[in-house]
């Protein structure tokens, strides 16, 4: 709960705020990119929302904050609620953003898939009672996706609850005690006809990339949509090893997709094409680095 008397000053007077024990995450700058901004080594409210739409989007980062440093002077139950009921956010057909970031995966995003042989829960979400309500109603949960250790949080609890089977990389299934599921390929493989898990290492030994029916890319830390410089990026630190960082990355360019889904760094979605273009940039500028045979 955001602590009125924690208030950054940084914010624009008016009913939102956010106080001082935001770890920024860029989760509500992701949800309501016209309301609140980076200033120093926080968010903070930039714009105080009007409109409904704008409103809505606000209690959305309010509720996906993981560390609830977002908070409002007057809160409005109504739209509370709308935002509340809207998680998790259907993106495009089957696949949604859960809302509700954990901070043990220091706010990164997760995802879920709605899929006739199964659902698909990508990464871990806070255990929240909104969340179990939908995923019951959706159809349960099959198989958690861990694309790497630093994103694991609650996946033990789901996994539990749903009896899904938790799928890790042996690279790093240290964080996954007891998974169900330890992928020891190093190459990309078919697990259904919908379905291909991509080794990624780079970032973490065992980070994996998932691509559901050759159009959703879900990355985990490993590639994200920079909305500044509007690219594709790479994390450039906290990497294990940059060589096969951009050895992963050139691996990518073998499939086609449209949508970027990653942990942590904005989501993007661009004709096949275009990405397909995005992603050459950002592998040209790799040249220098001498890429190794995996
Ligand atoms: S979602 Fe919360 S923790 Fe993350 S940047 Fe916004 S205010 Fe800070
Ligand atoms: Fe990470």
């Known amino acids: 709960m955001a602590n009125r008397g924690k208030r950054l000053s940084t914010n624009v007077e008016g009913n939102f705020f956010v106080d001082h024990t935001c770890i920024n995450c860029d989760t509500c700058r992701q949800l309501a990119p016209l309301s609140f901004r980076e200033i120093g080594e926080y968010s903070s409210v930039s714009y105080q929302p009007v409109t409904e739409l704008e409103t809505l989007e606000a209690y959305r980062s309010l509720l996906a904050c993981p560390v609830g440093s977002i908070g409002t002077i007057h809160p ?14 259907l993106l495009e057909g089957e696949v949604y953003y859960t809302g509700f970031n954990s901070e043990k995966s220091f706010g990164a995003n997760a995802y879920f898939i709605r899929h ?8 871990s979400p806070r255990y929240v009672s909104r969340l179990l ?4 109603q959706l159809g349960g949960i099959k198989y958690i996706f861990l694309s790497h250790e630093d994103d694991v949080a609650e996946a033990a609890r789901y996994a539990t609850r ?5 799928i890790t ?9 007891g998974a169900e599921w330890i992928v020891n390929e190093r190459h990309p ?7 291909l898990i991509i080794p990624v290492p780079g970032h973490t030994p065992g980070s994996m990339a998932l691509l559901y029916k050759q159009r959703f890319l879900f990355t985990g830390d490993h590639l994200w949509w ?22 992963s990355t050139r691996l990518l360019l073998d499939y086609p997709f449209e949508w970027v889904l990653p942990g942590h760094g904005s989501r993007v979605h661009l004709p096949s094409s275009n990405m397909r273009l995005e992603l050459n940039r950002l592998v040209q500028s790799f040249q220098g680095v001498k890429a190794p045979s995996i």
């Not at 006739?116 to 990464?123: F, M, R, S, Y």
């Not at 493989?189 to 379905?195: A, G, H, I, L, R």
Request: include cysteine; glycine fraction near 2%.
């Open 116 to 123: 006739p042989e199964g659902n698909w829960l990508i990464d």
């Open 76 to 89: 409005d139950k109504n739209i509370l609620c709308r935002a509340q009921d809207s998680f998790p956010l």
């Open 169 to 177: 990389h042996a690279d790093d299934a240290e964080a996954v005690p």
């Open 226 to 247: 920079d909305r500044d410089t509007k690219s594709l990026e790479v994390p450039s630190v906290y990497v294990w090893n940059e060589e096969q960082l951009h050895q």
């Open 162 to 166: 749903f009896q899904g089977t938790r």
């Open 189 to 195: 493989f078919q697990m259904s006809p919908d379905f």
């Open 133 to 136: 309500e939908a995923f019951d």
